[in-house]
Antibody, heavy 120, light 107 residues
Framework: QLQLQESGPGLVKPSETLSLTCAVS??????????WGWIRQPPGKGLEWIGS???????YYNPSLKSRVTISVDTSKNQFSLKLNSVTAADTAVYYC????????????WGQGTLVTVSS | SSELTQDPAVSVALGQTVRITCQGD??????ASWYQQKPGQAPALVIY???NRPSGIPDRFSGSSSGNTASLTITGAQAEDEADYYC??????????FGGGTKLTVL
C-alpha cells in the first residue's frame, strides 16, 4: 500500500521560502507510470493545483504560482519536494502531496496534508 | 482556458439522485476525475476515466461526459455522501486544474 507523508515547517515568515518534502513509501518514485504533485487548500476554501513533475523530469506549474514554485524529485531518497518563494499570508493553507497516473491523469493517492501558516 | 467550473452547492433528499457538473474546455479532450472530501480529511478519488470507480467506492457513484461538461451522479444518495466534491482534469498545456468544488447536502 502506497503511503505519502508530507513534512516541513508549520510556520513560515512572510517573504521567506516555504519548503516541504513528501516521502514515498510502498512504491518507487522512479516509475514511469506515475507523476507526482502538490495541491493546497486555504482554510475554508477549495483545492488549488500547485504543480506536477513527471518521470521525464518535466515539471508543470500553476500559471498563477509559476514564478515562485519549484518541484523536484530525489530518487535516492524516494521523495519529492516543493519550494515556494516570497510567501505571504495568502499562501497559508493545508498542503497535500499526491501521486497521479500518467496518461490517465487522475490522482490515486494523497498524503494526509500539512498545515503551513505564513505569519511573522 | 484551463478553468473548470462547478456549482458551489447542491442538495438532495435522502435516497434520491443528484448530479454534480463540471464545465471546462479541457474536458472536450481529457477525462475528468472526481474527488470526495469530508471535513478534516484529504480528498479521495471516487470516479476516474470514462466511468471507473476505485475499489471500495459504492456503485451508486457514476460518471459521464458530454462535450465540455463532465458529471458525477449519485443514485440513491446516502447521508454519508454529504461532502465537498471536486473535479480535476488536465489541459493541453500540462496544467491540472481543479474545479471550485461543490458542497453536497443530503436532506
Amino acid at each position: 500500500q502506497l503511503q505519502l507523508q508530507e513534512s516541513g515547517p508549520g510556520l513560515v515568515k512572510p517573504s521567506e521560502t516555504l519548503s516541504l518534502t513528501c516521502a514515498v513509501s510502498g512504491g518507487s518514485i522512479s516509475s514511469s507510470t506515475y507523476y507526482w504533485g502538490w495541491i493546497r487548500q486555504p482554510p475554508g476554501k477549495g483545492l488549488e493545483w500547485i504543480g506536477s513533475i513527471y518521470y521525464s523530469g518535466n515539471s508543470y506549474y500553476n500559471p498563477s504560482l509559476k514564478s515562485r514554485v519549484t518541484i523536484s524529485v530525489d530518487t535516492s531518497k524516494n521523495q519529492f519536494s516543493l519550494k515556494l518563494n516570497s510567501v505571504t499570508a495568502a499562501d497559508t493553507a493545508v498542503y497535500y502531496c499526491a501521486r497521479g497516473l500518467y496518461f490517465e491523469w487522475y490522482i490515486d493517492y494523497w498524503g494526509q496534508g500539512t498545515l503551513v501558516t505564513v505569519s511573522s | 482556458s484551463s478553468e473548470l467550473t462547478q456549482d458551489p452547492a447542491v442538495s438532495v433528499a435522502l435516497g434520491q439522485t443528484v448530479r454534480i457538473t463540471c464545465q471546462g474546455d479541457s474536458l472536450r479532450t481529457y477525462n475528468a476525475s472526481w474527488y470526495q472530501q469530508k471535513p478534516g480529511q484529504a480528498p479521495a478519488l471516487v470516479i476516474y476515466g470514462k466511468n471507473n470507480r476505485p475499489s471500495g467506492i459504492p456503485d451508486r457513484f457514476s460518471g459521464s461526459s458530454s462535450g465540455n461538461t463532465a458529471s458525477l451522479t449519485i443514485t440513491g444518495a446516502q447521508a454519508e455522501d454529504e461532502a465537498d466534491y471536486y473535479c480535476n482534469s488536465r489541459d493541453s498545456s500540462g496544467n491540472h486544474p481543479f474545479g471550485g468544488g461543490t458542497k453536497l447536502t443530503v436532506l
